[in-house]
């Protein structure tokens, strides 16, 4: 039988329902509305299309989103001076950088400048280290949106094989450390690995973030496996293809995310949350756990 399709487009639009209907609740209290403010450095089409589906996403919602689209040339020193202003905003409980960064300027100097408390990527080292001390607080929204998804299946992921693809800090690295708090057998994997086929065919549960299109082929899936394809690769012919043989991988998988409409939308419902969550705790004045709005 092939894989159900992990819709995580339609998945995404039900926790919007929530988030929209709890910033609905507290804006009629006569509170603000949740405020995000996004950063981009020069004009990278693909982060302008990332930048431009989060700001739809704040709107469809009730988040007040403000962009900043800065030059190219802007001196770090003038991007953290911009940071430092967002991080005292009494208006703003979210700040979000979009990466990459043009070459002069140090992401990780970026990264840390961001109050940890407004840091809805999850990115700075306070918040990553919080998910590595098994005691999250923001949490970073890739890995986030997909621990949302795998909720969905109602599969008990503890005990199970985990195969990771990709360590970027931004991905596969906390990846690895939501699922070891699920209580899964993680296997890290990246440029390096010598066997990844093994890999693959050991894991139950196969996420793969390299950005390499179709890297993981179908024949080397372990029958019923649960995949989630976090690669976007944009081909010569326009078409966005994943890091995974799809149609192969289907034929043996039990469930397998599309690309698109997979992983994508569940990561900036993650921002969306991880906003929220920002709010209450600044604006608020509560300390919830980080949940999505279904929970
Ligand atoms: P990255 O380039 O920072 O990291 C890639 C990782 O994959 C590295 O650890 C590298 O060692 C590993 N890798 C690369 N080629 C490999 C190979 N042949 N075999 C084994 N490992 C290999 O990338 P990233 O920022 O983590 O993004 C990965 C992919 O996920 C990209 O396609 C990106 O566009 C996509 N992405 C999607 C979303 C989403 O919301 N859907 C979010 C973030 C990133």
Redo the contacts with the bound molecule.
């Keep these: 039988m092939p894989a159900q399709i992990l819709n995580g487009k339609r998945i995404a639009e039900q926790i919007q329902q929530h988030i929209r209907a709890r910033i609905d609740a507290h804006v009629a209290n006569g509170h603000r509305p949740p405020g995000l403010a996004v950063i981009m450095v020069g004009n990278d089409p693909?982060s302008e299309i990332y930048v431009r589906n989060k700001h739809l996403a704040c709107e469809k919602v009730g988040i007040f989103s403000q962009l900043y689209q800065l030059s190219p040339l802007i001196p770090e020193a003038s991007l953290i001076a911009l940071i430092d202003e967002l991080n005292a905003a009494p208006n703003i409980d979210g700040i979000l950088v979009q990466?990459p960064l043009p070459a002069h300027i140090d992401r990780q100097n970026i990264i840390e400048s961001i109050r940890p408390e407004k840091d809805v990527d999850g990115f700075h080292p306070y918040n990553l280290g919080r998910l590595a001390q098994q005691s999250p607080l923001l949490r970073p929204?890739?890995p986030f949106?997909i621990m949302e998804l795998l909720k969905t299946t109602e599969i008990d992921l503890k005990g199970l094989t985990a195969t990771v693809?990709?360590?970027?800090?931004?991905?596969?690295l906390p990846m690895l450390l939501e699922l070891l708090i699920a209580g899964c057998t993680v296997t890290a994997?990246?440029?390096?690995?010598t066997n990844?086929p093994l890999a693959v065919q050991n894991a139950d549960l196969l996420i793969v973030?390299?950005?390499?299109p179709e890297?993981i082929k179908g024949e080397w899936v372990k029958p019923g496996a649960i995949i989630i394809d976090?690669?976007?690769?944009r081909m010569d012919n326009g078409q966005l293809v994943?890091?995974v043989e799809f149609e192969q991988a289907k034929s043996r998988a039990a469930y397998i995310t599309p690309?698109?409409g997979?992983?994508?939308p569940?990561?900036?419902t993650a921002l969306l949350t991880n906003t929220l969550y920002a709010y209450k705790t600044l604006h608020l004045k509560t300390s919830p756990i980080v949940k999505m709005e279904n929970q």
């Design positions: 693909a990466l929204c890739t949106g693809v990709g360590t970027s800090n931004i991905v596969g994997c990246h440029r390096l690995t990844l973030a390299a950005g390499s890297l976090v690669g976007m690769n994943g890091d690309v698109p997979g992983v994508g569940m990561t900036v």
